[in-house]
């Protein structure tokens, strides 16, 4: 399908992607392509995020997306865009399959959950400028560039339980000063470059000090690298997570980025732990209480914050993740 315009979107169309789940008065703005009148179906109750996207700073206590908006159902790409578009809060469940080709924009205080067997295809979300977005259960393949892109200190993202595979390019990219994100629980696979905490050598004066993210719970399985790769952002926290049969490295940290990697499983991993990459200079890394089959020794670097300067949590035990990681990640599971 060729681009979707959301600016240009014909009238009518929500008319037949937008519809009731039960009979009763919408709380929802008429839309701009024809009536919404949908109440909740798979929306409520929300769980919590955690980690850096569940903490209390930038104005924003948590992340809790579109919730005291509208909800609505939708069923077609041209009114998934537009409502994606609005600014006003949403909980925007996705029935279907959404086709459309590059980087389209998701607004803030947005809610994204798919319902079963909903996919992004061919495209990406992109957040710029963003905050309090949470974006679950939604599986996005063979997108064109990158499949969800958070940049341009955006924060409070969360990005649980989905599934991404096959893109052309990252399948996270959180860069240009991009802070307070959590990603968790989510399946990645049948790509190389899975994600990037940081775009470039030459961008210390927005990253250094930000970037601040929690990976946990997530099942990086056969993809080739950057589970993350980080530049500058300090801390980093890489914890709980299934790393198996990941060819080129597992985490790389870089340009004196601080990355802790906690209480993870390697499977087969010849490089599990780089300090520097490429033409990258070392960051600093520690590692503890992970678990290495057939992988490598991992490399360590001076010392990182503690993430508990900023949240509380508590591991599960690494050896658990080989079973507890695949059946919790990806859709379906929420």
């Not at 600016?7 to 929500?14: F, P, T």
């Not at 700073?57 to 919730?67: D, F, P």
């Not at 809610?111 to 996919?119: H, K, N, Q, R, Y």
């Not at 678990?291 to 020794?297: D, I, L, W």
């Amino acid at each position: 399908m060729s681009d979707i315009s959301r600016r240009s979107l014909l009238a009518g169309v929500a008319a037949t992607a937008l519809t009731a789940a039960t009979a009763g008065t919408s709380t929802a703005k008429p839309s701009r392509t024809g009536p919404a009148t949908t109440n909740p179906v798979w929306a409520a109750p929300f769980q919590t995020a955690d980690g850096f996207a569940g903490t209390n700073t930038l104005g924003q206590n948590g992340t809790t997306g579109g919730v005291g908006g509208p909800v609505v159902t939708v069923r077609d790409t041209a009114t998934f865009l537009d409502y994606c578009d609005r600014n006003e809060p949403y909980v925007i469940q996705v029935d279907g399959i959404m086709t459309f080709s590059s980087k389209q924009g998701l607004r803030s205080n947005k809610t994204v959950i798919g319902l079963p067997g909903a996919e992004i295809r061919g495209g990406g979300l992109d957040m710029y400028r963003r905050q309090n977005v949470i974006i679950r259960n939604l599986r996005f393949t063979g997108a064109d560039d990158d499949a969800i892109s958070i940049q341009q200190s955006s924060h409070h993202i969360w990005i649980d339980h989905c599934d991404l595979s096959g893109g052309a390019d990252g399948l996270i990219d959180i860069v240009r000063g991009a802070d307070y994100i959590t990603v968790s629980w989510n399946h990645f696979h049948d790509h190389s470059k899975t994600a990037l905490l940081g775009h470039s050598d030459s961008n210390a004066g927005q990253d250094t000090g930000k970037l601040r993210v929690t990976f946990h719970h997530n099942y990086f399985d056969g993809t080739d690298q950057r589970h993350p790769r980080v530049r500058f952002g300090e801390p980093i926290h890489v914890y709980n997570n299934y790393f198996r049969n990941n060819r080129l490295y597992g985490v790389a940290s870089t340009e004196n980025a601080g990355v802790l990697v906690e209480a993870n499983y390697f499977e087969n991993v010849p490089h599990p732990i780089y300090s520097g990459y490429d033409e990258s200079g070392p960051g600093r890394v520690v590692e503890r209480n992970n678990v290495y089959v057939n992988s490598g020794a991992p490399q360590t670097l001076g010392t990182v914050v503690e993430p508990r300067t900023y949240y509380a949590y508590t591991p599960d035990n690494p050896s658990t993740l080989p079973t507890t990681v695949p059946a919790g990640v990806g859709v379906g599971r929420i």
